[in-house]
Each structure stands twice: as C-alpha cells, then as structure tokens.
C-alpha cells in the first residue's frame, strides 16, 4: 500500500518536470498536501486519494486545489470517477507550476512501470472550440483523436472552453472514454473556477493522461466485508446500496438523484425567480410547486429518465448510479436548479437548452446560472435595460399568469444569449474579473446598488460564490470555503454561533473524505468507517483526524468574508428565521431573539448574526 505521496511537478513554461515523495501522514491527500503546495507554488494540483483503485466504492474522485480566481482563497473541487484512470499514472497528485507560452495540450503516459512520458502540445483553442459539437466537447473529442493511439488503455482527458479564457468561473470538463469512444456522462469540476485557473495561469486547454502502471491498492472484500459487519452488521456493498439509495432510486420519494429527490420534498422551500420566492406565502409556494414543478418539471425528469432508468455512472463501478441523464442531458439539482426555477425556468426543453449552453461554453453551471437570475431580475426591474447586455427583450416574470412551457423557453433564450455575450474579444458583458466586480461597476456608472438583489458570498475585494441552492443559513456563512457542501444545510434551526461550530464540524469531515479522495454520495458509512479503515492499514487515524482541523484551520487563517454586500442575503435569513417561527413552530428563545432583533432593524441585526456565526468558526478552529 502506498506509503508516500508521489508528486509529479509540471513547469508549463518550460515542460520542465521532477518526482518528488511526501511521508503519508504529514500529508495524506491531495487537499493537505495540495495547501502545502499552492503555498509554495501559486500551483493547480490535481490528486487523487490512498484508497484510489481500491474495493471501495466512490474512492476515485479526482480532486483540483489552489487558489481560486472566483473565490480569491484556497479552494478544493472535485470531479467523479477521473482518478480511476489516473491512478494508472502511479503518482498521486500533479502539480502545474508556471504558464505556457502557448495554449497547450499536456500528454501524460505511463507505460508498464515505466518513467511517465510528458510532452506539451501548442494547439489553436478558439478554432478547436468552433468545430462539430463545439466548445468543451470539441475540446475532449479533439485531444482523443490526436492522442489516443498513444495508449494501450483507454485515457482520461480534461478539457475547458472559452468560459475559462474570458471569465474567472471556467470548469474544467472530463468524460469517461469507453472502447476509443467519449461518453455522453460528462463529469465536472465546476466551483471555484479551475479551468479558469488552468488556462489562464498556466496555458493549458486540455490534459490527456492514462496508462498501464499497477500499484498496490486494497483489493480484500473479504476484510472489508468484516469490517462492514463488526460495524453495520451489512458486507460493504449491502451498507453501500442503502446509503446511496438517494442518489440512484428512493421509493420514498418514487424518484431518484438530487434532482428528483430535492424537488420532491422542497415543495414549501423551493427557490425561484433570483430568491423572491422567500417573500411568498407558504400557500403561494405550494401552489406554484405544484403547478410548474411537480407536475411538470418533475414530472418530465420522471417520466424521461427515472421510468426508463437513465442512469449511469461517473466512470467507476458504483451502485449508486448517481448521473441521471436524458440522452446528452445529464440532470443534476444544483445546475437545474440555478438555470431553472431560479431563473424562471421550469420545462425541461428549456433548462437542456441553458444548461447544455453553459456546459459547451464551460462554465460553472450553478455560478452562472445565479449569475443569470440576478441580471433577469435587474431586467425586470429596470435597474439594467437588456441594451446593456447586449439582449433586445426582458424575461418573463409574472408569476401569477407563467406560462410553464413557453416563459420557460423565452427566459432560457434570453440567458443563452447572456452567456453568449460574455464571451468573445468584442463581448457585451466583462465577467472576466467576477460577476460582482462587473455589477459594482456597472452600478457605479449608473449610480445604483446593483449588489442588493445579488445573493452571494462574498471574499476579499472581488471573490465571490453563487451558494448552493438550499434555503439554510448554512449557505450563507462566512466559511473560508464556500459553494461547497463544508457547512450545515440541513433546515434545523440552530443559534448562529452554534451554526458556526457545527459548520466547521462539517468542513472537518467533508475535507477528510475529500483529502481521501472519496465521494461524499458514500458520506452515510465513510464518515464513520475511513479513520478505523485508516487506522487498520496504515496505523495513522489519529494523525488523519488531527490533519483534517489542522488542515480546516489554515485553511480559515485566509479567511477574508465580507459581510453581506446584497439585501436579499439579509431578506433570505429573515425570512428562514420566521419560518422556523411561524411555519415549523420551532420553539427557542435564542429564534425568538433573532426575530425580534430583525424585526426592529434588519441591518444591525444581520450583522451581529454573521459576525456570530464567525465567532462560532473561528472558536472551533483554534490551534490544538
């Protein structure tokens, strides 16, 4: 088993390379050590977990960390199944230092034990991004068609588009390559803007790796299957299928994935049209659900892909089939979601058509999707004429006479055009420095706040993160991460401070099953199981825990939140925190507190909360 972590370092200026070992437990993935190095280096690392090409289901995810251009501090994101194929590197984690000089394909093969073979290709981005399919998936198909024969296996590739170029929240894109041939399932690592990253800092627009390398990996069921039923009394693959039942079929909900089982049960807290759906009235929410969401946009997601079981996976062997697709479309909540109610869209024709926009361009979805529902309320509202952006007409918004189909289409229309513009050397919209460094721009020159109805996270002068789409405090806490799920989103009330250190309880263990480089669908036994699979391998659970807050604690060191810039932040805690009240009956003093102080004067009110939930953060994440 491995007992070092091997680091390929990549100079893109140069093509310059060097190996290098890291004793496991001063490190043990790629989020602690990919600190370490992005330290030092300013470096994108992508890495994969000790458990990588081992019995356990979902421990092949690939993990992304540096600085974030969106965000501004140090960020981790991941994608599924893409550290299967690299684990036949026999590295655990490459390191890209420096910048190319020109846009470049990055090679990597190992062959047979062999010393890797790495070589930089210069290609023409913009004229590759314009072929048959187009952008990120013009991309994938053009590394696989000049590199492919290379490998005796099929690879893996990553790829961006032109979001990564003229924005600061390019994705970067994978997809499993089966028989020579690209997948459909496409996976992503999407937040925090590292296609960005990669080709801006570093100059490359895909990387293609794979090989014949075999190293030691756990491949005991019969071992693990004890240590499954000491614990859960279930064999590891028994545990498994019921803790993902969510993400592949839950009877409960008669629906299945994130998308189906979160828009089963949000009937009363759904979010739509840029938020203003948290100033409804609980029977207003009900009502409009059950009109345009659950019996139709739900509806076509069950009918089209749930019925006739259009399910995949990320490229490893998993139970949980979590990718749920119709044809090309892969149906996520978090992409569907922004790009769907939140924009006023809720038909699934329409939702393809912004999505699949938003993915050919490669941007983070959930990003530009709040992006877009802020810029419709704007049009809406008359803050911002679509000349502005390039865009002749405004959404549709009347909620009371929506036109499930034909609105759906119209407004997706329109938010295929925003992304359009902000791309390209002559474009209307300049994103390329975040969405809210343009909007306070754009407000100044117009003399207006057009921050106040844009929820965001905000980090530092121009970080920012859309957060994710649930209607929680959580979301919106001053976590030195956010966008990702290291906080409690759960619809429990707690106190603020008490919110901060159950944040960070949550930050601990999401980053520890992130730096072990597994799936956090997986999170209901390897929150519990990892230290003792840990501890019974390599003998180091205790230094694994430890990592994990020391880790959580630098990490928060380059804390810079700033507090909320939007009024609609503040309406979204106020409006939660009465209807806890009012709704879920929630009976506490501290709810009662909170209510009256809103009540009296929201502003002083919200700050106090937020500065809370800081204490509470930084409370939990004092040295040891």
Known sequence: MKNSLKVLFVDAATGFYKMKRYPLGEFFGPVDLGLHLAGKYNSLNIGVGVFAGSIFPGSNRLVFTGFSPAWGGFYVSSMGGAGLVFDDL??????????????????????????????LQSVHPSAIWKEEEGGVYAMLQYTLNNYKSRYENDPRILAVAPAAEYSDIGAIVSAPVNSGKLSHVDTWAGRGGMGSK???????????????HIDEDFRDRKVADEWFEARYQQKLIAKDMESTKK???????????????????????????????????EEQRLSFHEKHIKN????????????????????????????????????????????????????????????????????????AGGMISW??????????????????????WEVENFATVDDSMHNAELGCQILLNCIGKDRKIDISEGARKYA??????????????????SFGRKGWMVPNQYWTPGVLSPMPTTGRY???????????????????????????????????????????????????????????????????????????????????????????????????????????????????????????????????????????
């Open 247 to 281: 993400y592949r079929f839950d009877p409960d909900f008669d629906t299945g994935g994130t998308f189906g089982v979160n828009y089963a049960s949000n009937a009363s807290i759904f979010l739509a049209f840029n938020y203003r759906s948290i100033y409804w009235s």
């Open 440 to 457: 306070r721009r754009l407000g100044r020159k117009k003399g207006c706040n057009l921050l106040s109805n844009f929820v965001i996270n």
């Open 486 to 624: 290291y906080m409690h989103y759960s619809q429990q009330y707690l106190p603020p401070r008490l919110l901060g250190k159950i944040n960070v309880d949550r930050m601990k263990t999401e980053l520890m099953l992130d730096n072990l480089g597994v799936c956090r669908f997986h999170r209901a036994w390897a929150e519990e199981m990892l230290p003792d699979i840990v501890e019974s391998i390599f003998g180091k659970s205790a230094e694994l825990l430890l990592g994990s807050h020391i880790t959580s604690r630098r990490i928060n060191c380059r804390n810079a939140s700033v507090f909320w810039e939007s009024e609609r932040n503040i309406d979204f805690i106020w409006k939660y925190l009465k209807r806890q009240k009012e709704i879920m009956h929630t009976q506490d003093d501290t709810l009662d507190y909170w209510i009256n102080r809103f009540s009296e004067d929201k502003h002083s009110a919200a700050m106090d909360y937020w500065y809370e939930i800081r204490k509470g953060i930084d409370e939990s994440l004092r040295e040891l």
């Open 198 to 212: 990669l080709f801006q800092q570093h100059g490359i627009c895909s990387i293609i790796y794979g090989g014949t």
């Open 375 to 396: 810029m419709f309320e704007c049009l809406v509202d008359g803050s911002i004429v679509p000349a502005e952006l390039g865009l002749v007409d405004k959404p549709r």
């Open 90 to 119: 026999g590295i655990s984690m490459l390191c890209i230092m420096g910048r190319a000089p020109r846009p470049s394909v990055l090679v990597l093969n190992r062959k047979h034990g062999e010393e890797i073979e790495l070589e």
């Open 296 to 367: 139709h946009y739900l509806k076509q997601f069950n009918t089209e892909t749930i019925v006739p079981r259009q399910f995949a996976t990320c490229g490893e062997p998993c139970v949980a089939v979590c990718k749920k697709n119709n044809g090309k479309f892969k149906k996520d909540y978090e992409p569907y979601q922004t790009m769907g109610p939140l924009a006023g869209i809720f038909d699934q024709r329409a939702a393809e058509l912004l999505n699949r926009t938003a993915d050919c361009l490669g941007f983070d979805a959930i990003s």
